[in-house]
């Protein structure tokens, strides 16, 4: 195995596990994050590194670098594994712009659409790098930091089958290449990045399960398991549901619709009946990421595109409505959406052709000036 240069964005349960058991595997991890969670790091920069348990590669790992400096964790990275929220997608493509480099792989661990909002910031800011730009449906593992920063426990190693792409599709196989030695036997190539984006689970049942079941998880005080006792029958039927209209999407857009439980069973490799045995508590209030990261980073967008196909997605809408009255927020307007990532303009097969080869039509203001010149010269 070829050891690699791995930054990894984000010091948090995704990050810690990464760079920790990726470590273990024998590569060289620098880890990164934000200067205002600086305290993520601390532990790990006292001891030299991240205590990991669970049931993938455990013991101490001693991480090479763990710095709140972008530069000092991306220069020299072969593979930049990207493990924050959704949120931070925006903030991330822009502070990384200056240091990138040809040759490096950018993977987004979920990416959630997230890809379309780097390349656009990335073609504001005119880098010119060859970057491969990809994302995956979901995280590589289940896990938390159980003893705060600077430990992770591992339960669940997921895959065997993950959506990934790349932006563009054509540079899918790349990276999936650069995954080699890490995650590269646990994914498959989607067709583009939609389906990562759409079929992450999370989008669907996390805030099902939170907004359906707030009552008894603003009462119980932290002592709610969405998936051992939110996920009843009746909370099954709006899954259902939602996940009916995601695939009415896809067969408009041309796609093969997956059902939830057919993701699901390729991300965890089990039913969920199963993963909620051994699932963890939470969430534990309305301003948990199950509602402010999933409701306007998956669920808008999806039915922004869904209005430009023409797909009624009501149970989508309910969900988002339901989330913007309990936390006083219009998530339908700061969402992503079609407009914030600059294709709300372009027509279903426009959109498409961008998915595969990166190139967007050309701007019919622009196509006009050419005639406009020539009756000037007449």
């Known amino acids: 195995m070829k050891k690699k240069e791995i930054c990894i964005i984000g010091a948090g349960n995704g990050g810690s596990a990464i760079a920790g058991e990726m470590t273990l595997a024998g590569h060289n991890c620098r880890l990164f994050e934000f200067p205002e969670y600086a305290r993520n790091l601390k532990p790990v920069i006292e001891k030299g590194g991240i205590d990991v348990t669970g049931i993938a590669r455990t013991g101490f790992a001693k991480i090479k670098v763990a710095t709140t400096k972008m530069a000092q964790a991306v220069e020299g990275a072969d593979v930049i594994m990207v493990a924050t929220q959704a949120l931070s997608h925006e903030r991330f493509a822009g502070e990384v712009a200056p240091y990138l480099s040809d040759g490096q792989t950018v993977i987004l661990w979920p990416g959630s659409g997230g890809t379309l909002v780097v390349r656009k910031i990335w073609d504001e800011l005119r880098v010119k790098k060859d970057v491969v730009l990809a994302e995956g449906v979901t995280f590589p593992y289940c896990c938390r930091c159980l003893k705060g920063p600077g430990t ?175 936390n006083d927020v219009d998530y339908f307007s700061i969402g992503r959406n079609l407009k914030n990532l600059g294709l709300a303009d372009m027509k279903l097969d426009e959109i498409e052709t961008y998915l595969q080869t990166g190139k967007k039509p050309e701007s019919r203001h622009a196509a006009s000036k050419p005639r406009c010149a020539a009756r000037a010269k007449r």
């Open 152 to 326: 992770v426990n591992i339960h669940r190693v997921d895959g065997p089958r993950m959506l990934i792409a790349s932006l563009p599709a054509s540079d899918t196989a790349r990276a999936i290449e650069a995954l080699e030695g890490t995650y590269a036997d646990v994914v498959k190539p989607a067709k583009s990045v939609l389906e990562p984006a759409f079929y992450n689970v999370n989008i669907i049942v996390h805030p099902v399960g939170a907004l359906l079941n707030m009552g008894r998880i603003e009462f119980s005080k932290g002592e709610f398991y969405m998936y051992k006792e939110g996920i009843t029958p009746s909370v099954k039927k709006v899954i259902n549901r939602m996940d009916s209209e995601r695939s009415a999407l896809f067969s408009k857009l041309g796609y093969k619709p997956y059902t939830y439980e057919e993701v699901f069973a390729d991300c965890f490799n089990m039913t969920v009946e199963e993963f909620a045995r051994t699932s963890s508590k939470g969430p534990f209030s309305m301003q948990d990421r199950y509602v402010t990261e999933d409701i306007p980073m998956g669920a808008t967008f999806s039915v922004s595109l869904g209005k430009k196909a023409g797909i009624s997605m009501p149970t989508y809408e309910t969900m988002i409505h339901l989330a913007s009255v309990v």
